[in-house]
């Protein structure tokens, strides 16, 4: 029995690694894609919302955290690609093929879904950048029931465009580049024309853990919200299982041998086969420069895409806030994400504070969207992995599956959206996503050095990465639970 059969999975069919593209200039902008979609989901997160709110307490130095945990998000990722372009298939269907069986892990994960991402609060922070932009003010507390109706809308409506186009994860690409480009451009030049020099300087030294105003390094301030700066570092990034849904991305974009696997297509696109296993190639003097091709178009994808837009979508907003907003401002209201709407314009004028709440509005609405996609796509593709007889239903239209999942996150998400006012549920879900890195840099590396062929397995260092990560982010979820514990 091969080692990826022993949960009875379906074995890896033998294939010859397809060539990869070799793009110059801006050719550049169509091989790359899956890092973009998680930066895009990652800048609604922690860089818009909890980055800001846990700048202004506490100062720069936090950056410092920020910055190691984007290094390793990095390798972590790039490890999740080296699963996908060696085997073609997403990282939660490796997962399955560990002991103790596939079906515990499926359940598992299915979980871990719900847990991290059954809470929307991307879309109810959404509805109160939008209740500002109509209103004109940030909701207080009699304002809550307008702002939960807001949220459902914004929910549904991120489900409707799911409903249409073609081809799923490239329309979330195209739309992920606009956003990217938009946002980041957009508070760069805001950035530049407000923002005084003295908190340019504390924002780059905070990049090392220094604190410009006590004149130490600070990477741990005293007094600290351990459940914000837990969540802090679990959404600085990608954030827990977000980092695994860029295998299932990947591979809907023909990363390596998932050419050969398929993809989801939408509704609008007629029915395409779908995989439920992947592939294997021997790794001889043939392969090997095909592979290193695969592996320069991951590197730039992850480095220069997620990295850099990742570092810049942390630093840029948080220069505006702790401009505009007192040191030392709790902005963890139902109006997060229009706090600095409010700020700038009651200095800068009306109009560009309704730009940045129709920023804010675009931003985290395009955030929710990203992650209810790429959680009922992961969810596919356990269930078609794991379960014959959904593969068979309605003559293997893997659509029948994905959609049949997206109605009942609809369910879940109008219920869980009157639960909590939305920080509560975006610092709840962070938290979560900080201890779920333990588990799955570990899983990834059990992975990548059990299944795969030991000439594509990671080398000694980037597998101490993987157990350093497991212990960094277990060091922030011991103490975040511990504080919530305590009250």
Not at 57 to 80: A, D, H, M, P
Not at 107 to 129: E, H, R, V
Not at 250 to 266: C, N
Not at 387 to 416: H, K, T
Request: glycine share 12%; net charge positive; proline share 6%.
């Amino acid at each position: 029995m091969s080692t990826e059969t022993r949960t009875g999975l379906a074995p890896w069919t033998q294939a010859e690694l397809p060539a990869p593209p070799v793009p110059r200039g801006l050719a550049w902008v169509g091989v790359v894609g899956p890092g973009v979609i998680v930066l895009g989901a990652s800048i609604g997160s922690g860089e818009f919302l909890l980055g800001p709110a846990a700048f202004l307490k506490y100062g720069f130095s936090l950056l410092g955290i920020v910055t190691i945990s984007l290094l390793l998000q990095t390798l972590l990722n790039l490890e999740v690609m080296r699963y996908v372009v060696a085997t073609g298939e997403p990282v939660f269907t490796g997962f399955m093929r560990t002991r103790p069986s596939s079906t515990a892990w499926a359940w598992f994960y299915a979980a871990l879904f719900f847990l991290q991402y059954g809470w929307p609060a991307w879309a109810a922070a959404s509805a109160a950048a939008a209740f500002y932009l109509v209103a004109g003010h940030l909701p207080g507390p009699a304002d809550s029931s307008t702002v939960y109706w807001l949220g459902i809308a914004t929910f549904l409506l991120c489900i409707g465009l799911l409903l249409f186009g073609k081809r799923i994860a490239r329309t979330l690409e195209i739309v992920n580049w606009v956003l990217v480009v938009v946002i980041l451009a957009s508070f760069l030049v805001l950035a530049l024309a407000f923002v005084p020099g003295t908190t340019w300087l504390a924002a780059a030294a905070g990049y090392v853990g220094f604190d410009t105003q006590s004149r130490a390094f600070e990477f741990i301030p005293p007094g600290m919200d351990w459940f914000l700066i837990g969540a802090l570092v679990g959404y600085a990034g990608g954030g827990g299982l977000t980092n695994v849904m860029l295998g299932n991305w990947a591979r809907d974009k023909g990363y390596g041998m998932a050419a050969r696997g398929g993809y989801i297509p939408g509704l609008g696109e007629k029915c395409v086969p779908l995989a439920h296993g992947g592939f294997t190639f021997t790794p001889d003097a043939g392969a090997m420069p095909r592979w290193r091709g695969w592996w320069r178009i991951v590197r730039v994808d992850q480095w220069g895409i997620f990295f850099v837009g990742a570092m810049l979508g942390m630093s840029l907003p948080a220069l505006l806030y702790v401009t505009f907003l007192p040191p030392g401002t709790d902005i963890r209201g139902l109006g997060i994400s229009a706090a600095l709407a409010e700020s700038m314009g009651a200095r800068a004028g009306p109009l560009l504070a309704g730009y940045i709440a129709f920023l804010g509005v675009w931003l985290l609405f395009k955030t929710q969207l990203d992650l209810i996609e790429g959680m009922t796509r992961s969810l596919t593709e356990i269930l078609w992995t794991g379960s014959e007889r959904l593969r068979n239903w309605r003559g293997g239209d893997v659509r029948a599956v994905y959609y049949a999942v997206l109605a009942a996150i609809v369910v879940w998400g109008v219920i869980a959206l009157g639960l909590a006012p939305p920080v509560v549920l975006l610092q709840l879900s962070a938290n979560i996503a900080a201890a779920i890195f333990v588990l799955v840099s570990l899983h990834v590396l059990y992975l990548n050095t059990r299944l795969l062929p030991p000439a594509l397995r990671p080398p000694l260092w980037r597998r101490i990465a993987l157990v350093a990560m497991a212990a960094f982010y277990g060091f922030f979820a011991v103490l975040s639970i511990a504080s919530f514990a305590a009250g």
